[in-house]
């Protein structure tokens, strides 16, 4: 549940852990991301895993804590839909881009740090997940 961790908002100098960037990811142990949106709707929810570093962090203690992650932040946060989304966003800062498009948040859960990037747009895809 979500009170394992806490979101926090990123500051600037975070910013590029919200991106794909092949060096970091092996200096870091990146597992994967997850690429996510709403639907045309703003309600609905599809997902996509991309793995990083061949898959081979990607263990079953993994899965279980982003699962964890996912389900407390769609429950009560940002990932419920678009609308919570957008107000997330505006009560809680950490803008990452210098058009305030997008937003970054980290949470540390357990052995993992999950980072968080939305973008509370329509038409777009609102979020990564590191």
């Known amino acids: 549940n ?15 852990l919200f991106y794909l960037d092949d060096q970091a990811d092996r200096s870091l142990g990146t597992v994967g991301h997850v690429r996510m949106d709403f639907g045309s709707s703003g309600k609905g929810f599809y997902h996509t895993w991309w793995p990083h570093n061949g898959d081979r962090f990607n263990t079953p203690e993994f899965k279980e804590a982003l699962q964890q992650f996912v389900d407390a932040v769609r429950e009560d946060g940002p990932l419920k839909d ?22 970054g948040y980290l949470a540390e859960m ?16 609102q979020c990564y997940l590191y």
């Open 82 to 103: 678009l609308p919570s989304m957008g107000q997330f966003c505006r009560q809680n800062g950490g803008a990452i881009t210098e058009d305030g498009r997008s937003y």
């Open 110 to 125: 357990g052995d993992y740090r999950f980072c968080l990037r939305c973008t509370p747009s329509p038409g777009e895809y």
């Open 2 to 16: 979500s009170n394992c961790f806490s979101l926090r908002p990123a500051t600037c100098k975070e910013a590029s």
